[in-house]
């Protein structure tokens, strides 16, 4: 059972930079996880963030990059704001399987 | 503009079925592929199913031999079909869509809750 690993929680102060990480049981994440981020809010739909470790959206906001960083992916976040508290998800994909697996989550908070 | 409407949540009992249903439009469906996710209330998103435009299939261990997620590009819809409901399947579920050349996962629906309780 593959399992992928985040910061169950983080704290940051506003303009401040914070950076999250998504790890693999299996080892190292590779670009060929194709890893994608995902922010959520209380009570609304999940909103994809970043796709293929570090292609943005039209609708992402620049502070927002994604990267891989000591075999793990990562999702680092500049200058954040208020608006930046959420859950924050990491989805990776397995081509040997041909399954995708959710990391547990970060809950972001702005303070 | 791209929209996907999940339907057919609702209360059902341990041990019985649902369908749910997908309807996608203001895009191409029969070249995307598309997920199924869900969220448990309060609990974190867990990767469900994804099905090819040509029909191929995975599933997540928990689900695999009780559920079967298909499509019909006819009618731009996507379904996943659950039987022997458990009461640890009780989430939100969601279709998301997935552009395979990319692999970039990027609309999701609005989800539709379903209850497995006796």
């Known amino acids: 059972q593959t399992v992928v690993t985040q910061e169950p929680s983080l704290t940051v102060s506003p303009g401040g930079t914070v950076t999250l990480t998504c790890a693999s049981s299996?080892?190292?994440?590779?670009?060929?996880?194709?890893p994608n981020w995902f922010q959520q809010k209380p009570g609304q739909v999940p909103r994809a963030l970043i796709y293929?470790?570090?292609n943005k959206h039209s609708w992402t906001p620049a502070r927002f990059s994604g990267s891989l960083l000591g075999g793990k992916a990562a999702l680092t976040l500049s200058g954040v704001q208020p608006e930046d508290e959420a859950d924050y998800y990491c989805?990776?994909?397995?081509?040997?399987?041909?399954?995708?697996?959710f990391g547990g989550g970060t809950k972001l908070t702005v303070l | 503009e791209v929209q996907l409407v999940e339907s057919g949540g609702d209360l059902v009992q341990p041990g019985g079925s649902l369908r749910l249903s997908c309807a996608a439009s203001g895009f191409p469906f029969n070249i995307y592929w598309m997920h199924w996710v869900r969220q448990a209330p309060g609990q974190g998103l867990v990767w469900v199913s994804r099905?090819?435009?040509?029909?191929?299939?995975t599933y997540a261990d928990s689900v695999k031999g009780r559920f079967d997620v298909s499509r019909d590009n006819s009618k731009n819809t996507l379904y996943l079909q659950m039987n022997s409901l458990r009461v640890e399947d009780t989430a939100v579920y969601y279709c998301v869509r997935l552009e395979p050349d990319t692999v970039t996962t990027d609309y999701w629906g609005q989800g539709t809750l379903v209850t497995v309780s006796s």
């Open positions: 099905v090819n435009t040509d029909g191929r299939t």
């Open positions: 989805l990776l994909f397995y081509g040997g399987t041909q399954l995708w697996v």
């Open positions: 299996t080892g190292a994440v590779t670009s060929g996880n194709y």
């Open positions: 293929s470790t570090s």
